[in-house]
């Protein structure tokens, strides 16, 4: 069973200053492929303020590719930002004019650009401002950091629970869950947000202000 072009991380964190970031990717296959990666523009943020290199290259059997992400930003970095790159290894085909299946295996992996001189927050979901409004719940994001969590939110109580809109909450942002019904007595919300290299923390309680 092919496991395709594995990368060394979950996570690619680039830091403005080095202008660059690096990740190493093997081909775990029999074979050799083409490793073909990119960058990937959330809805959010289209600009483009990352170039990867090489965009697509051979890499023989058990053999490692060095992959660079590059920065091209406009202009210096206030906050956080969230890219995504995707790395694809194509099989080549066999010469022998045999039929063969093959599966290319892509992994779509986060990229954090931390701009230069912001401090690192190993916490930044701490930071999320929780607030219930009749029917709504809102989350807003006043930090500079990026904050990844999953979409469920229990609430306590009455013990049931919502979903956010997607997965992440950029600086600025403001999300919102609509909510069956008022919940006057809701008091904090149970949510399992991820560290900066994507690791799960397990559950976070934040209090919840009412509007």
Known sequence: MAAGMQPETTVVIFYEEHGEANINLTNTDAGPALLHSKIEHIPEDPELSVIVTPPIMRVDAGETQLVRLIGAFK??????????????????????????????????????????GLPRHQAPWELLKWTVDGENLAVQNDSPYVVRLSERVHLNPPNTSVSLPRTYILPGETLTAALKEAVPELTSVTIQPATLYGFAIGNFDAPVVSR
């Open 75 to 116: 202009e210096p970095l206030k906050t956080q930002r969230l890219k995504r790159v995707t790395f694809e290894g194509i099989p080549q085909k066999k010469s022998d004019g045999g039929a063969t299946v093959g599966i290319n295996i892509r992994h779509n992996l986060p990229v954090i650009i931390h701009p230069k």
